[in-house]
């Protein structure tokens, strides 16, 4: 059975930092992209970084671009979302995903997501 | 970038009721778009990917269609469970981009 647990939320000040990492399960991790989404309370879904196999791409969003980093341990089966400079409008559910590779930029709709773990950034 | 624009943004409907929505894309992104339901305090589920592609385990009164640049998904008859939010996604390339949401309600 497929599984992605995310884990590492919590409140945070202005200007901090946190690690989210979301544990894999139930498939060969290393076939697959893997994509961040986050949540904002009540408004839509933003996608936020996602990073290949390989970790060989990686794409950002214009809004957490050189705050954010993805990376992924494929013998852990485990991928991170280190966050810096956090700002109050980083608040947010964030969910990790699975996506099928189909190009270095085309996927197959993301199938498998996490319960998501809340970030607030709050003084 | 590929701006998608979902309409409505919400609609109240009844039970049986047969419901459409849309997602524009700005630019062609061939059927490289998927359709999530998302109930409050939950992950989106994927009901609908490759644009037109039912994901196994959703009913059959759900369908997506389209190609391109205009998309559709299609609740044929809704039912009590369909109540929800639903969002388009596409991943033709990056960044990705979701539609803003529409907000299925009883009327």
């Known amino acids: 059975e497929v599984q992605l647990v995310e884990s590492g939320g919590g409140l945070v000040k202005p200007g901090g930092s946190l690690r989210l990492s979301c544990a894999a399960s139930?498939?060969?991790?290393?076939?697959?992209?893997m994509i961040w989404v986050r949540q904002a309370p009540g408004k839509g879904l933003e996608w936020v970084s996602s990073?290949?196999?390989?970790?060989?791409?990686?794409y950002y969003a214009d809004s957490v671009k050189g705050r954010f980093t993805i990376s992924r341990d494929n013998a852990k089966n485990s991928l991170s979302l280190q966050m810096n400079s956090l700002r109050a409008e980083d608040t947010a559910v964030y969910y990790c995903?699975?996506?099928?590779?189909?190009?270095?930029?085309?996927?197959?709709?993301?199938?498998?997501w996490g319960q998501g773990t809340l970030v607030t950034v709050s003084s | 970038d590929i701006q998608m624009t979902q309409s409505p943004s919400s609609l109240s409907a009844s039970v049986g009721d047969r419901v459409t929505i849309t997602c524009r894309a700005t630019?062609?992104?061939?059927?490289?778009l998927g359709w999530y339901q998302q109930k409050p305090g939950k992950a989106p589920k994927r009901l609908i990917y490759?644009?037109?592609s039912l994901q196994g385990g959703v009913p059959s009164r759900f369908s997506g269609s389209g190609s391109g640049t205009e998309f559709t998904l299609t609740i044929s008859s809704l039912q009590p469970e369909d109540f929800a939010t639903y969002y388009c996604?596409?991943?033709?390339?990056?960044?990705?981009?979701f539609g803003q949401g529409t907000k299925v309600e009883i009327k």
């Open positions: 995903a699975r996506e099928s590779f189909i190009t270095m930029v085309r996927g197959v709709t993301p199938d498998y």
């Open positions: 139930g498939f060969i991790f290393s076939n697959y992209n």
């Open positions: 990073i290949d196999g390989g970790s060989s791409y990686i």
């Open positions: 630019q062609d992104i061939r059927n490289d």
């Open positions: 490759a644009a037109s």
């Open positions: 996604l596409q991943h033709n390339s990056y960044p990705r981009t």
